[in-house]
């Protein structure tokens, strides 16, 4: 006679903590987990869709399939789920960036939540997943000083932004033949970014602020597919797709400018608005993942977003105090993204620790997507080392510690250079659920 074992109590447990999880990330949102200057241009600094496993591998991750672990870069993984277990996965960040200008060097700090997601087996060949992750971050603040001879006065610039956008998801993965899996990923798209220009003067010369503010709602789409061939017994080679279709998110952003008269001490302001004037790109990506039974798996992703399409709102300053706000073509480009990571776990089964533990390694080149004073923008070189510690208790003796460092260069001639080394701390928390206790 069969038994179902009974998980209410766990269940309710790990409810309660994806819910607690939600909320805090809900409130981080807010929260930029940037200092860069570059994230004031396009929509800002984008985010991946990599989490605990990915990141230690560079953020590979297209062709990648496992029926322990969420893999939200690709939906159509979901159809690999284990069938006895519900899966949560919940990360955070820190990082440390140095900016260096000629001669001048910075150091910043930033950090937070990252994501959670979930995923669990609705019925045979069919997976879901659900969360909440960012998809672009804006944060800067900076200043720049002009000495003015004639009038004896230094105007002061600050440069300032916050904000960016987010993404709650939820998912679906089907394996529709043995070796095809086909996919989707639909979110929830939200957000406020805001920037700012204003100068300030040492002594009666006019002010003048501008602030840029857009707010989106809308939704994304993500769409997947994996193909999986068998080279040997234990050898299989994966062929990973995903498309991001490109569409207007409907944002109406704003322009306000204030001028603020040194002899009356009157401002007088403007505000300029468009209508549906944010877009996403069109989004693809391929990948190829080879593994060798549960000891190694290694994986490559190729990825192009074609900004180059879209265009973006510019304030055009026309003299005399006059001025539009208008949307502008060439201020984005195509981006292109090359990632490479690999992961080896010498033997799950040792009673030797350091052999349970998966050894991560990674690095990624990356194109910018916007132009800076028409010339070209820094492009971006990473590297990372990972580590997956598994987790043992008397419950559970599969959930895992993902550890990861990743060191990021971003640099352009005759720009702000940037080194981030930034420290990634996930857990892949996975439940028996489903199983079963049998009786005699």
Known sequence: MNFYRNKAQNMNKS??????????????????????????????????????????????????????????????SYSSIDSLTFIFDAGLSGQMTKYREYQEKVTAKSGGFDYVVGSFRVIKNLGMSFGIMPYSNIGFNYYTKERLYDVDATIKTTHSGSGGLNQAFVGLGWQIIKPLSVGFNIAYLWGTNETGVATSSSSDVNTLSKIYRTSVSNYKLDLGLQFTQPISKKDLLTLG?????????????????????????????????????????????????????????????????????????????????????????????????????????????????????????????????????????????HVSLGFGIPIMNNYNHRSILNISAEWNRRSAANLVKENTFRINIGLTFNERWFAKWKVD
């Open 15 to 76: 409810l309660c903590c994806l819910a607690l999880m939600a909320l805090t990330t809900f409130g981080a949102s807010a929260q930029s987990g940037t200092n860069s200057p570059y994230s004031q241009f396009g929509l800002g600094d984008l985010a991946g869709q990599s989490v605990g496993f990915n990141k230690g591998m560079g953020g590979v991750g297209f062709g990648f399939r496992k029926g322990n672990e969420v893999n939200p870069m690709n939906p159509a």
């Open 241 to 381: 797709v995903v498309v991001s279709p490109g569409h207007n998110t409907h944002a109406d952003p704003e322009c306000i400018i204030t001028n603020k008269k040194s002899t009356t001490g009157k401002s007088d302001s403007l505000c300029y608005r468009l209508d549906n004037a944010i877009e996403l790109a069109w989004t693809y990506g391929v990948g190829l993942a080879y593994q060798h039974g549960t000891s190694f798996r290694m994986g490559v992703d190729y990825q192009m977003q074609k900004w180059g399409d879209v265009v973006m709102p510019q304030f055009v300053d026309e003299g005399n105090g006059e001025g539009s706000y208008q949307l502008k073509t060439g201020l984005l480009k195509d981006m292109h993204r090359v990632n490479v990571g690999a992961e080896w776990l010498p033997n799950a089964n040792s009673a030797k620790f350091f052999n349970r533990v998966r050894y991560r390694i990674g690095a990624g080149y990356a194109t910018p997507y916007y132009y800076i004073n028409n010339g070209e923008g820094p492009k971006e070189y």
